[in-house]
């Protein structure tokens, strides 16, 4: 059973950084296409960033430039480093992963059905 967790949600302020988490157990997250969702309130879960089982990175447009996701294989762990945060960030961060097989290391996806796992997500909130 696969499982993701989340963490290092917070309250910060505009302009400031953080960085998220996600564990990942059961499977091994480089063996597959990972990504970063957000959800508003009101608002549809939407694609933040992901990456493909070669590393590739894609991004939402208004995140490019701030916002990079990188994994640790070792400690098999995702993350997506914030910089230079603004209000309209704020939003619930969910962590996916996508169990079905891929068969380009170069491909990543940018639609919630894509993913078959999803972590809890940590509130992110910024102050103007």
């Known amino acids: 059973q696969v499982q993701l967790v989340e963490s290092g949600g917070g309250l910060v302020q505009a302009g400031d950084s953080l960085r998220l988490s996600c564990a990942a157990s059961?499977?091994?997250?480089?063996?597959?296409?990972m990504g970063w969702f957000r959800q508003a309130p009101g608002e549809d879960r939407k694609f933040v960033g992901g990456?493909?089982?070669?590393?590739?990175?894609k991004y939402l447009d208004s995140v490019k430039g701030r916002f990079t996701i990188s994994r640790d294989n070792s400690k098999n762990t995702l993350y997506l480093q914030m910089n230079s945060l603004k209000p309209e960030d704020t939003a619930i961060y969910y962590c996916?992963?996508?169990?079905?097989?891929?068969?380009?290391?170069?491909?990543?996806?940018?639609?919630?059905?894509?993913?078959?796992?999803w972590g809890q997500g940590t509130q992110i909130t910024v102050s103007s």
């Open positions: 990456i493909s089982r070669s590393g590739l990175t």
């Open positions: 059961g499977r091994t997250i480089s063996s597959t296409v």
């Open positions: 996916a992963g996508r169990q079905r097989y891929t068969s380009s290391p170069y491909t990543t996806y940018t639609t919630r059905e894509e993913y078959d796992y």
